[in-house]
């Protein structure tokens, strides 16, 4: 990982030895890096933090407002609907992203926030306003912190405590001017002065002897505080957002046409599993169909050419055979009244009326033979007495 | 857009689907007549193997079977001395086609014609036997159908059926 920090000139950091560029130099290979650029202006604002989207909108139309050039800004949220909002020149983090590409920046904060994280690392007491003078060789860097809010950072040439101590004052004047109402109660007027430089310590502290004065033993600071940033914030350019916008339009888009894809895919799996059972079905119908119908025209030939033997075979049925049968078999007392021979195929009867003869008695009929089996009822027909035989044949 | 995308295809998928319940109930219908005419071709089949077993003759044609049949009731008549009288077996018109009085039979594409055979004058028994030799004979050598023989006031009343196609 690589620490950078962009002001006049560049310091990058790999953790370990920290090196100075100008800006025209070549970087060297970066794989990861974490940001922090000085130039960064700053503005407290409220807004309501329920509404992340109108949030967002609302801070960033009122640091339109206050600063007119175009920038990309940030906010992180200080208080019940107030935000520090900080803004970067839109050119500014271009030319840094052209640097060091976007996708392999991991961070990339306001200078001051990296300090903060240093601050906060290192245990200070941020209850107070304190001055924090960061001496990065010939230049000097000021920034004024009442707790998590920040100043913008002030670059000051010049090397001595006497020369500087105004300047200190001023940002503490005009940071406490542009808090206003946003300033935290516990701010009195007092504050304390933070330095990497031991020796402007106690130049300072023997210049004003009744300030606060406290010595922070770290070369790069902002480099150092890049380490301990909480969650990773990251200016980005309004191409770089419009093409992750595209992205994930187009990644919802690419759902949505999954989605819909895979709904018509079932629909149509659906209909083919269907179609396809219809057809086969319906082949299979039409097979037995075709059967049927080849079945029908073979029987109708059939027919034709077997009715005659058909025929044949069932008039084996000798009417004058059963009739001499039954009327042999009867006493000679009976005499037959009349007869009916009836049914069709296989199956045949033989029914009669038989009377006793006049003067006759009416003799028991002989079970025997085709008899044998025969029903035999009483009857009266015509107020005469008679018998009915039934003959299954 | 997506939103649109999604609407059509929920569309799309309800038509398919719509269809698709369609064509499902359609195929239930199909596999049930399939099933219904399958086993009608299960008994057709046997039909058919059953009716292998009956000797092939030309088939004679129904005015040939009824000249033929009338020509044996004729024969009859003169040889036996039974007079049968021939009447159809419904109420015939005058100079009416007797075409119009087919029937259809257990066999396919074999016509029926529904036929009386009036027998009368009988005083005993032993005629009464002669007689139903002679129909018994005429059955026989006719494609003729005898379906009920009976008695009435004295006279014998034959019906049956002339087959032919």
């Not at chain 1, 300033?183 to 310590?201: L, P, Y």
């Not at chain 1, 219809?278 to 050419?305: M, P, V």
Request: glycine letters at 6%; aromatic letters at 10%.
């Amino acid at each position: 990982m690589n620490y950078l920090l962009f002001n006049n000139e560049i310091f990058i950091s790999d953790g370990q030895v920290t090196r100075t560029m100008g800006k025209g130099e070549n970087l060297g290979p970066i794989e990861k890096a974490c940001l922090c650029c000085v130039d960064v202006d700053v503005m407290i604002a409220s807004a309501p933090q329920d509404y992340l989207d109108k949030k967002d909108s609302i801070l960033a139309q009122k640091f339109a407002a206050v600063y007119s050039d175009e920038y990309i800004t940030l906010n992180e949220r200080i208080d019940n609907n107030i935000f520090q909002v900080f803004g970067i020149k839109a050119e500014k983090v271009k030319e840094i992203y052209s640097l060091v590409p976007s996708s392999k920046v991991d961070a990339f904060v306001p200078y001051a926030i990296a300090v903060r994280s240093l601050l906060i690392n290192r245990k200070t007491d941020m209850a107070g306003l304190i001055v924090f003078v960061d001496d990065s060789g010939h230049e000097k860097l000021i920034t004024v912190f009442d707790g998590l809010k920040f100043s913008r950072t002030r670059t000051i040439y010049t090397g001595n405590a006497e020369d500087i101590l105004p300047d200190i004052k001023r940002s503490h004047i005009d940071f406490n001017k542009k808090l206003g109402e946003f300033a935290s109660k516990s701010v009195t007027g007092d504050f304390a002065v933070i330095t990497n430089n031991r020796q402007m310590a106690e130049d300072i502290k023997l210049s004003e002897p009744g300030l606060a004065v406290e010595f922070l033993d770290c070369r790069h600071p902002a480099l150092e505080g890049l380490k301990f940033i909480g969650p990773p914030i990251k200016y980005r350019i309004h191409e770089e957002i419009i093409l992750e916008r595209k992205k994930e339009e187009m990644r919802s888009r690419f759902m949505y046409l999954i989605v819909s894809i895979s709904i018509c895919l079932a629909g149509i799996l659906f209909f083919g599993f269907n179609q396809i059972t219809y057809s086969c079905a319906s082949r299979d119908f039409d097979g037995e169909k075709l059967k049927n119908s080849r079945l029908k025209d073979a029987l109708n030939t059939i027919d034709q050419y077997i009715y005659q033997d058909s025929l044949r075979r069932s008039k084996d049925l000798n009417y004058s055979s059963v009739f001499f049968e039954v009327s042999g078999l009867l006493p000679s007392t009976y005499e037959i009244s009349s007869f009916k021979f009836t049914g069709n195929g296989w199956h045949r009867v033989f029914e009669t009326y038989i009377f006793a003869q006049d003067d006759q008695f009416y003799d028991e009929i002989p079970r025997a033979k085709i008899l044998k089996n025969a029903e035999i009822k009483d009857f009266f027909i015509k107020n005469r007495p008679g018998k009915y035989l039934k003959v299954d044949l | 857009m997506n939103k649109i995308m999604l609407v059509i295809a929920f569309g799309i998928a309800v038509i398919l689907v719509n269809s698709g319940l369609t064509l499902s109930s359609r195929t239930m219908d199909i596999k049930k007549q399939k099933n219904e005419i399958m086993s009608e071709n299960s008994a057709l089949s046997g039909e058919v193997d059953q009716k292998q077993r009956f000797k092939k003759n030309v088939p004679k044609s129904i005015s040939n079977a009824f000249t033929f049949f009338v020509n044996e009731t004729k024969m009859f008549e003169t040889y036996s001395g039974t007079q049968m009288d021939i009447a159809f077996g419904v109420q015939a018109k005058e100079n009416e086609n007797i075409e119009d009085y087919y029937v259809a039979t257990g066999f396919r594409n074999v016509k029926g014609l529904p036929l009386t055979i009036n027998v009368e004058k009988f005083s005993n028994e032993t005629d009464m036997a002669e007689v139903l030799n002679d129909i018994y004979l005429l059955e026989n050598r006719t494609d003729f159908k005898v379906s009920e023989i009976s008695t009435e006031n004295n006279a014998l009343i034959v019906k049956g059926e002339l087959y032919g196609i």
